[in-house]
């Protein structure tokens, strides 16, 4: 679910769902959101999800990011390369010969 004005909802029912099934569930842009976040940790703390489940956030940078969240989370720091060279090879390395020759 892509995070930004009017998803809040839609992001509640999935993360149920996904928990209640045991789906996977990524909540992207979280930092277009930081006041909706206390929402999400209250949200996750009374979920009994079962052991498949798994969240996954991803946000930029953001000095209000609550705290807690990320005391709690597994991080992972992507970067892109710097310069438009770099960031257009690291793409087309990314493609397949399939996609390549359509």
């Known amino acids: 679910v ?3 004005q009017g998803q ?3 992001a509640i029912q999935m ?3 996904c928990a209640r099934n045991g789906d996977w569930l ?3 842009n979280l930092h277009l ?3 909706w976040l206390p929402v999400l940790e209250k949200e996750l703390n009374t979920l009994q999800p079962k052991d498949t489940f798994r ?3 991803t ?3 953001h000095p209000h990011f609550t705290p807690i969240l990320l ?3 597994l991080k992972i720091t992507y970067e892109s390369p710097p310069g438009l060279k770099k960031n257009l090879m690291r793409t087309y390395e990314s493609w397949t010969p399939e996609q390549i020759n359509k």
């Open 71 to 73: 005391q709690s989370s």
């Open 59 to 61: 946000a930029e940078v």
């Open 33 to 35: 959101v930081v006041s």
């Open 8 to 10: 809040a909802d839609l």
């Open 2 to 4: 892509a995070m930004g």
């Open 55 to 57: 969240l996954w956030l």
């Open 26 to 28: 990524c909540l992207k």
């Open 15 to 17: 993360l149920k769902e």
